[in-house]
């Protein structure tokens, strides 16, 4: 069992891996336009939750809407 | 619960050159011997992702949905002749379809088509086709054109045969073509279609600056929406229509536990005869479902994928305003940003399901939108989006209740029969 285990830990490949491998292999190399902008620096993440605008977004005023609507 | 996708990449060659396309545009064809052997592959995985993923999370059952993808697809018609045969004789299949441009359409294969009963979806640009999709040059197929439109114009009466009564198209919006979102939107209900499908491309090719175009051009084609709605006609863009049926489901059930099919119920047969998440990770050989034993165990882990690919497990994503209805971007892109998704990407949904929410207030006293909304509740707009078992006054409760509640709401676990919607596949 122990085998079947570390056999899976070593096969399975892991998100981080995988991420590594992309960025690897993803080499501009196709069309301008994802030269110029596609591609990330390897690494670099994006995880922030800064937004450029303020957004409105009242689910519950929408929610308001559309049940008067379905019982009109 | 979702039903098993398999996108069969005939071929890599494309007659036309998108430059947001991902797929490297090379002479690769699928052959009918390697088919033949990945077919039996294929089978033994729709049944290994049904019996080891996680409940709730990807396909039950043996059923599965078939679209020949490319490249071009038409370009490898003797591959969709031979593969047809096979899926059509095969009672778990349940739809065959292509996803095509469109413009090698010939009378001998809208016969084929015809006759077989194939699905199609068809990718077309609109006003902006001769910029964003222009031929490749030197290519036998394109000969005696200039443009893709003329190509189109020159085969209208096909394509009236090939979109029967449907009056759809996926239109792909990234940074080349979002300055003239209105006028496309304009010139394509002029043409008669009344769904065209407007999706942004779902990767880190958008600039602030291209964010900040969008923004402008979103709030525009809102703004000729709410026109159309206010002169009666029912037009449904498909990121607003998407939007709308995620609020709804998110916000009254729970969103669904995938982001697309890639890797947790679904697949792509690459024109090696060879199983990856996606086009994009088979471009790249990565990732791949081999269906492979070693020492008993499957070499590709369906639970593994299906949990570190569902929205609701996205750490970034759960301080977000839009947490319980947004299905974030393209998981290659995903997985690339440290399974996270991207920044841009957000941004650009905030904007369209911000625009979504502006239409519903601004157009909640017009006949056609009244009717549309309805139509959304009850599957008589798209009912291939409606699950048949849905329960309509479920959700009509349920959407009750949220309103009272607002983004306080408690989700509810999905049910099959409280799901309402089918996957929606998500490309770009």
Redesign the interface.
């Known amino acids: 069992m122990g ?2 285990l570390d ?2 830990e070593k ?3 892991k ?2 891996e ?2 590594r ?3 690897e ?2 080499t501009p190399q ?5 030269d110029n ?4 620096e390897t690494g670099e ?9 303020k ?18 | 619960m979702a039903t098993f996708t398999l996108e069969v990449s005939v071929t890599e060659k494309c007659n036309l050159a998108c430059p947001y396309c991902y797929v490297a545009n090379i002479d690769k064809f699928l052959s009918i011997e390697k088919f033949d052997k990945a077919f039996i592959e294929f089978k033994k995985m729709v049944h290994r992702s049904s019996t080891t993923g996680l409940p709730g999370s990807g396909n039950q059952g043996e059923k599965y949905h078939v679209s020949y993808f490319g490249g071009e697809p038409l370009l490898n018609m003797e591959l969709i002749r031979h593969a047809t045969r096979k899926f059509k004789a095969d009672p778990a299949c349940e739809h065959v379809g292509i996803i095509s441009n469109l413009s090698l359409l010939t009378e001998e294969i809208m016969e084929y088509i015809e006759k077989a009963g194939l699905g199609v979806s068809w990718s077309f640009d609109g006003l902006s086709s001769n910029e964003s999709r222009p031929l490749v040059k030197n290519m036998e197929e394109n000969k005696g054109y200039d443009n893709v439109l003329d190509m189109y114009n020159s085969k209208r009466h096909l394509l009236k045969r090939a979109l029967r009564n449907e009056r759809f198209c996926k239109v792909m919006l990234f940074p080349g073509n979002i300055e003239n979102m209105t006028e496309n939107l304009q010139f394509l209900v002029e043409m008669g279609i009344n769904c065209p499908d407007f999706m942004c491309v779902r990767d880190d090719i958008w600039s602030e600056e291209d964010i900040r175009v969008f923004r402008v051009e979103c709030h525009r084609m809102a703004d000729q929406l709410i026109k159309y709605f206010d002169q009666g006609k029912i037009i449904v863009i498909g990121m607003f229509h998407l939007a709308i049926r995620d609020i709804l489901i998110g916000m009254t059930k729970s969103k669904r536990p995938w982001g697309c099919f890639a890797g947790t119920h679904g697949a792509v047969m690459s024109v090696e005869g060879e199983f990856y998440p996606c086009a994009r990770f088979a471009s790249k050989k990565l990732l791949p479902m081999s269906g492979k034993e070693y020492n008993g165990v499957e070499d590709y882990d369906f639970a593994y994928w299906q949990k570190q690919l569902n929205p609701q497990n996205y750490s970034k994503c759960k301080s977000c305003k839009l947490y319980k209805v947004c299905n974030a971007g393209c998981s290659y892109s995903q997985i690339r940003n440290g399974n996270q998704p991207v920044d841009s990407v957000c941004e650009l949904n905030h904007i369209f399901y911000d625009e979504t929410l502006r239409i519903a207030e601004e157009c909640k006293n017009m006949p056609a939108y009244i009717e549309y909304v309805k139509k959304v509740f009850t599957g008589g707009w798209d009912n291939k989006y409606l699950h048949k078992n849905a329960d309509v006054n479920d959700i009509k409760e349920s959407i009750k209740r949220a309103a009272e509640q607002g983004s306080n709401h408690v989700l509810h676990p999905i049910t099959p029969t409280a799901m309402p919607y089918k996957e929606v596949a998500v490309y770009g």
Do not use: A, C, P
């Open positions: 085998d079947v056999y899976i096969r399975q490949e998100i981080g995988i991420g491998q992309i960025n292999k993803d196709k069309k301008l336009s994802r902008n596609l591609m990330l993440y994006s995880s922030s939750n800064h937004r450029m605008y957004y409105d977004l009242n689910f519950k005023q929408f929610f308001k809407t559309i049940s008067e609507i379905v019982n009109k």
